[in-house]
């Protein structure tokens, strides 16, 4: 049930959707899996949308270096943990959202307890071996995805519904290689708001959703094309010989 | 016998280019001609995907330099 002040405080969205789409918006549970470019910028939306329970994980302490994108992150907070940063921003920003926070490397022993029963994950993180665990955790546990990756002024972005959508490794077979990469602020600002805006349209069940579709983002032009992407039947975690099918 | 690639770069430094290859040429040999690790891309003809070890064939090919950061 909201109160006065939520009502208020979600007024001008309740015309989009209703008091019966913020409630669900508030009875919604979301893992964020990083709190770094992409995680800052999709945690305060989705708290300022009033996602009610928002669980974000990450291993790191804020640098000078995350200080040009990580928005959440401000000068006082350098050698703090990350998580600790942002879950003192996000209850400040909205008291009538719950954000917890783990400060913890995400790996095969913890994810599944990480994500819990969420109702959807998003794909802050800032490599691939995470996404793809994430991406395994998503179809074994049948959570939506929300992927998001930047780089420089590029940028990239897709929703997958496990069992439904090309998932993340049907897309991206092998990882990438590592590195020390260029990136501008406002880059993971428009991927994180592409995620989010899929996360509120799959909490609330409108639109079309990003799936079997790469979004793919050129700054540079201010260009958005679209990859079409299906399920791959090789794919070793969707595909029809995956063990995670038997 | 030959044919002849169209190649869009995007989101990448590398400029746009015609490119002639042996048929039976296979996307991963055009990636190797043109320097391009093959884990750093996607490949896209017709805005499909294509795997990597398919004979190329005339025309377009757009290859996706991936993100990967967060």
Redesign the interface.
């Known amino acids: 049930m909201l109160d006065k002040d939520e009502l208020e405080r979600y007024s001008r969205q309740i015309m989009l959707f209703g008091e019966d789409g913020q409630e669900r918006l508030k009875d919604a549970c979301v893992f964020i899996a990083?709190a770094?470019?992409?995680?800052c910028p999709v945690a305060l939306y989705l708290a300022v949308a009033g996602v009610g329970h928002l669980r974000i994980a990450d291993k790191d302490t804020v640098e000078k270096t995350n200080l040009n994108r990580q928005v959440l992150h401000w000068e006082n907070d350098i050698g703090r943990e990350k998580v600790l940063s942002v879950g003192d921003k996000l209850r400040e920003i909205n008291p009538h959202i719950e954000a917890e926070t783990f400060h913890i490397t995400i790996d095969e022993s913890n994810v599944r307890e990480l994500v819990g029963d969420a109702d959807l994950i998003i794909?802050?993180?800032?490599?691939?071996p995470v996404r793809y665990l994430l991406n395994q955790i998503a179809y074994e546990k049948g959570i939506p995805l929300i992927h998001?990756?930047?780089?420089?002024f590029?940028?990239?972005a897709m929703t997958i519904i496990p069992g439904k959508s090309a998932c993340f490794n049907c897309?991206?077979p092998?990882?990438?290689?590592?590195?020390v990469?260029p990136?501008l602020g406002v880059t993971?600002g428009i991927i994180a708001m592409i995620q989010v805006n899929e996360a509120i349209k799959y909490l609330l069940k409108k639109g079309d959703l990003l799936t079997d579709r790469?979004l793919?983002w050129?700054g540079l032009s201010s260009e958005m094309?679209?990859?079409?992407?299906?399920r791959r039947p090789d794919c070793k975690i969707c595909g029809t010989g995956s063990k995670l099918q038997e | 016998m030959t044919i002849t690639l169209d190649i869009e770069l995007?989101?990448s430094d590398l400029s746009n280019q015609k490119l002639t290859v042996p048929i039976d040429t296979t996307y991963e040999n055009v990636l190797d001609i043109l320097g391009i690790?093959?884990?750093?891309v996607?490949l896209?003809k017709d805005?499909?995907?294509v795997p990597i070890d398919g004979i190329a064939v005339p025309g377009n090919l757009t290859i996706?330099?991936?993100?990967?950061?967060?």
Request: hydrophobic share 35%.
């Open positions: 990083g770094g470019g992409l995680g794909d802050a993180m800032d490599n691939y998001g990756a930047i780089r420089g590029d940028g990239q897309v991206f092998s990882p990438t290689p590592t590195e990469f990136v993971p790469l793919i050129n094309e679209y990859m079409k992407v299906s | 995007i989101n690790n093959q884990e750093t996607l896209l805005k499909k995907a996706m330099c991936i993100a990967s950061q967060g």
